[in-house]
């Protein structure tokens, strides 16, 4: 794991991790300071005091033109049932794979409509869902469990780059994010 402590890689940390996750930006906002790190690909990692259904209502640009990979860990054949139901239901196009429901770019403007995200939610955002059938997301990343703005899991770096993921949000406690440096200005907009 990357732990990030007074903007400075801790020294476990080989050069070349702090050179790939480094400060990026610091919000200041009446709310607090928010540190965002550099990840892959020119993207940025961090934290903020928003929700995802806040990402949703007030920044839809964040979902446009990529197709959304939602993440789950209750394989209960009950409750997946009732959702892929739902999903039928109101058109969505989607596939399932063992821990991942993928809905496709042109069904993400009416999912979104939907009621869907409670708290607890993940999803990956990807231009092209091309991974095996047998990848499966083993760990959720979610907030209060990591805060992007402390600390990377290596276990996430390996989800994201597995799936060839665009952008990423999570919420609990705060919401984790991935996306373009102008994207994480809007998102700390919002809080």
């Not at 469990?145 to 990423?168: G, M």
Request: net charge negative; hydrophobic share 45%.
């Amino acid at each position: 794991m990357l732990t990030f402590r007074s903007r400075v890689c801790e020294p476990a940390i080989s050069m070349l991790m702090c050179e790939c996750f480094s400060l990026t930006k610091v919000f200041v906002l009446t709310k607090g300071v928010y540190l965002v790190h550099t990840f892959i690909n020119g993207l940025v990692i961090g934290s903020l005091d928003l929700d995802l259904i806040q990402v949703v209502e007030k920044l839809p640009v964040f979902f446009k033109d990529l197709h959304m990979v939602i993440t789950y860990k209750d394989n209960s054949p009950a409750i997946e049932r009732v959702s892929l139901q739902n999903l039928q239901e109101h058109n969505i196009d989607f596939e399932t794979r063992s821990t991942m429901v993928v809905i496709k770019e042109w069904s993400v403007p009416t999912f979104l409509t939907m009621p869907f995200f409670s708290g607890f939610d993940e999803l990956y955002l990807v231009k092209a869902f091309d991974v095996p059938a047998s990848l499966k997301v083993d760990e959720e990343f979610y907030t209060p469990r990591y805060y992007f703005e402390e600390s990377i899991p290596d276990n996430f770096v390996k989800t994201f780059s597995d799936l060839h993921a665009h952008r990423y949000l999570s919420d609990g406690s705060g919401l984790n994010f991935v996306c373009e440096p102008e994207l994480a200005t809007e998102l700390a907009k919002l809080v």
